[in-house]
């Protein structure tokens, strides 16, 4: 313990561990003083106040890919974030989802490899393209985003062509807000 706190505290060395525990102690009571839950009388016959409600989303184990090819990349941010928004939206029909049921969850960023390179290569190109990706579309910004580096990945038991380096594929998970899902989550 440094020296200065004892002094400044009023002296000893062995006094010094009975003030942490006292600021401790009076640090405590201001937290649970700001906490404390103040209620009003209503008048009577007034409704208590509604709880909001709150929309419990589950992770679907029924990915999708979006192809992000090196043409389109190449155009830019705006370009990635209508091709994002449309396949979404796409995916959501599909499924027969309202957009208030589904979103993005989690979304695997796989970079292209060319036959002379390995994974690592593709894996850095998704890393470095990954804040562009997530800035493009509102429906990213806050979806857990990871990065691979891969020719080719499996989506839902098929094998679907990444391409080489600059080309893209976006494997995405969709949350989802309602009635029960019925997926086979055991591929």
Not at 135 to 147: G, H, P, Y
Not at 153 to 174: D, E, H, P, Q
């Amino acid at each position: 313990m440094p020296r200065g706190f004892a002094r400044r505290r009023g002296g000893e060395d062995g006094g010094a561990a009975g003030w942490i525990y006292a600021d401790l102690f009076l640090a405590l009571m201001i937290v649970g003083l700001g906490s404390a839950v103040v209620t009003t009388a209503g008048a009577e016959g007034t409704k208590p106040p509604v709880e909001p409600l709150v929309s419990t989303f589950r992770l679907s184990c029924e990915e999708f890919l979006i192809p992000l090819p090196y043409r389109l990349v190449n155009r830019g941010k705006v370009a990635i974030g209508q091709t994002i928004d449309a396949a979404v939206a796409q995916e959501l029909a599909k499924r027969g989802w309202e957009t208030d049921q589904g979103k993005p969850g989690l979304v695997i960023v796989a970079g292209g490899v060319s036959s002379n390179e390995t994974a690592g290569d593709g894996d850095r190109r998704a890393q470095r393209l990954s804040p562009t990706i997530r800035n493009s579309s509102e429906l990213l910004k806050s979806v857990e985003i990871r990065t691979i580096g891969a020719p080719a990945v499996g989506v839902n038991g098929v094998r679907t062509s990444i391409g080489s380096a600059g080309n893209y594929g976006l494997i995405v998970y969709l949350v989802y807000s309602g009635g029960e899902l019925l997926e086979n989550c055991a591929q």
